[in-house]
């Protein structure tokens, strides 16, 4: 079945800082592909999306691009800030009617 | 766009006890969905509605877990005689249209079992 693995975390990462989050995913047909991200206490925002091959998600300075050819969907930020320090999943939706398929998460903290 | 809402935030109940939470999707959304996530894990799919048909149940749904979407609007979900492994955070999220569509997810219910 679909699934989706992400780098195992956490993270830490001083401000300014370069991100990237590692994700692969494996699925049948053309899938959509999606970063959420949860804050404490929280339930997961949509961070961004891409539901195509060669797509570019954006939202927030955070940008990750659907890699058909090596089945990636990597989350990048070229300056990371205190504030957004949270837990990142990543996702794909299938068509038809099934559920949404997360890797486990990546939690990031940064420091000032 | 009110976004999906979720009752009660936390929920704290002795082993044995029955509880129900309930999510209030976006309005115009069709599919309403439940999951559940434990400390440092990614959502786990338990159930999904289309409108008001539950079309598919996750083997984690065992027997004593119950959720209806009446008329197609809110959704309940019920856990009967609760067990410790039930604490967990339980989310609801809405969709409008098939998987490939992104789903927005409510601030969830925590439960926790004495």
């Known amino acids: 079945g679909d699934s989706v693995t992400q780098m195992e975390g956490p993270v830490t990462l001083s401000e300014e800082a370069f991100l990237t989050i590692n994700c692969t995913y494996t699925a049948t047909g053309y899938p959509s592909l999606f970063w959420y991200v949860q804050y404490p206490g929280e339930g997961l925002q949509l961070l961004l999306k891409?539901?195509?091959?060669?797509d570019k998600g954006s939202n927030k300075g955070f940008e990750a691009t659907y890699r058909k050819e090596t089945t990636s969907f990597h989350l990048e930020k070229g300056s990371v800030q205190v504030s957004d320090s949270a837990v990142y999943f990543c996702?794909?939706?299938?068509?038809?009617?099934?559920?949404?398929?997360f890797g486990k998460g990546t939690r990031l903290s940064v420091i000032a | 766009d009110t976004g999906v809402s979720q009752d009660p935030r936390h929920k704290i109940t002795k082993r044995g006890q029955n509880v129900t939470f309930r999510c209030d999707p976006i309005?115009?959304?069709?599919?309403l969905y439940w999951y559940r996530q434990t400390l440092g894990q990614g959502p786990e799919f338990l159930t999904y509605f289309q409108n008001e048909a539950q079309l598919e149940k996750s083997r984690l749904l065992s027997d004593r877990f119950s959720a209806e979407r009446p008329k197609g609007s809110f959704s309940t979900l019920e856990i009967q005689r609760t067990e410790q492994g039930d604490s967990a955070m339980y989310l609801c999220a809405s969709s409008l249209g098939p998987g490939t569509q992104p789903q927005h997810f409510g601030d969830g219910t925590r439960l926790s079992i004495l």
């Open positions: 891409a539901t195509k091959a060669d």
């Open positions: 996702a794909l939706g299938n068509s038809g009617n099934t559920p949404l398929v």
């Open positions: 309005s115009e959304h069709n599919r």
